[in-house]
Each structure stands twice: as C-alpha cells, then as structure tokens.
T-cell receptor
Framework: AQSVTQLGSHVSVSEGALVLLRCNYS??????LFWYVQYPNQGLQLLLK??????LVKGINGFEAEFKKSETSFHLTKPSAHMSDAAEYFC???????????FGRGTSLIVHP | GAGVSQSPSNKVTEKGKDVELRCDPI?????LYWYRQSLGQGLEFLIY????????KSGLPSDRFSAERTGGSVSTLTIQRTQQEDSAVYLC????????????FGQGTRLTVV
C-alpha cells in the first residue's frame, strides 16, 4: 500500500521568501508523483508531475519539485513567494501499475506581505 | 465541456434524506474517481471507475453510499439516509486512463446535512 506524508499542515512565509513544502511517500513499487494546488472553493489543479523522466520537475507558476528516491521525497519549492500563491497544496502518489492516486492531507501556504 | 463538471455546486439536505451528486468527466476520459474532502482530512478516496465498471470501490464508507457510471461518461454518487458526518466536499476527477496521466478535478459539491 502507498501513503503520502506532508509535513506541516500550515506553512507561513513572507512575500519574496523561499517556499518549501515537504512531501514524503511510501510505495512498494516506483511511483508517479504529483503536486496539486487548491484555491478556495475550487477543485484541484495540477502544478507538476514526476513520471520517471527527469528527477527535477518544473511546473506552473514558478514551482518545481525534485524526486529523491533515496529519501523517498518529492518536496515542492518556489524561489520567491507571491501573495497569489496562498492556497492549499496536495502531494499525491500513484504507484506503477495502479490507477488510483493517494493524496496527502495537504499543506496550507500562508503568504505575508 | 472543457473540464470536469459537477452538480450541484452546493447541496443542503435534512438528515435521513437521500442525495444524488453528478459528475460529467472530460470527454474521452475512461477513468473516473470520487473523493471526499473533509476539513483538515485531505482527500479520501471513495471509488474508481474504468469505463462503466468499478474495479475499486474500497473507499465507500458504508452501504449507504453507492455510485454508478453510464455510457462511459456521466457518474452519479448516491448517499442514502444522509447523516451529519456525511457533510463534506465531494470531488470528482477523470483521467485518460493510462498510468502516467494526471487526474483532472471538478470544482466539487459541498454537501451539508442539517
């Protein structure tokens, strides 16, 4: 069975500061990994995905994530936070051979002026 | 339509009533998922369809919950005899059905049981 752990239910940063949202996964087989963003009263929107090509994945809105197999991690980063980045972020894992993504509990990103 | 469409967007119902939630996936997507999102609980998997079949319905919390999909397209999630703990946002997603494609989500139905 697979699982996803997102460390920190809330992360607070100042505008212009580095954003780091942590995601660790467990999977018995190689995984596909995803980051989604959810703005208030909206569904989830894909930010980026890892599908076994490059380990450093670039997504929309300046976000990127690095797959580290040895650490079973897929942390999401952005060099400089904008106020518009304030939202809920979800990490998801889908093992090879499975069609069902498992989601973490989410991390709420708060951006201070 | 261009995206996943869910209706209604909001539903308030009395405890004990039945409700039906509808999902229109992206045209051509063979895989369809239902998730439940409760405050602070992340996304809880309910059921997965491939075409009209549900190979995995392990997440349905009780026999009050059921879902069907017809014509490989529209899906309906039915909750019978609703309880207050059923209050949540119900999210539908669809994907192309291959392993490395992502799921595309609808905006959800917010269900409130009073």
């Amino acid at each position: 069975a697979q699982s996803v752990t997102q460390l920190g239910s809330h992360v607070s940063v100042s505008e212009g500061a580095l954003v780091l949202l942590r995601c660790n996964y467990s999977s018995s087989v190689p995984p596909y990994l995803f980051w989604y963003v959810q703005y208030p009263n909206q569904g989830l929107q894909l930010l980026l995905k890892y599908t076994s090509a490059a380990t450093l994945v670039k997504g929309i809105n300046g976000f990127e994530a690095e797959f580290k197999k040895s650490e079973t991690s897929f942390h999401l980063t952005k060099p400089s936070a904008h106020m518009s980045d304030a939202a809920e972020y979800f990490c998801a894992v889908r093992p090879w051979g499975s069609y069902i993504p498992t989601f973490g509990r989410g991390t709420s990103l708060i951006v201070h002026p | 339509g261009a995206g996943v469409s869910q209706s209604p967007s909001n539903k308030v119902t009395e405890k004990g009533k039945d409700v039906e939630l509808r999902c229109d996936p992206i045209s051509g997507h063979t895989a369809l998922y239902w998730y439940r999102q409760s405050l602070g609980q992340g996304l809880e998997f309910l059921i997965y369809f491939q075409g009209n079949s549900a190979p995995d319905k392990s997440g349905l919390p009780s026999d009050r919950f059921s879902a069907e999909r017809t014509g490989g397209s529209v899906s309906t999630l039915t909750i019978q005899r609703t309880q207050q703990e059923d209050s949540a946002v119900y999210l539908c997603a669809s994907s192309g059905g291959t392993e490395n494609t992502e799921a595309f989500f609808g905006q959800g139905t917010r269900l409130t049981v009073v």
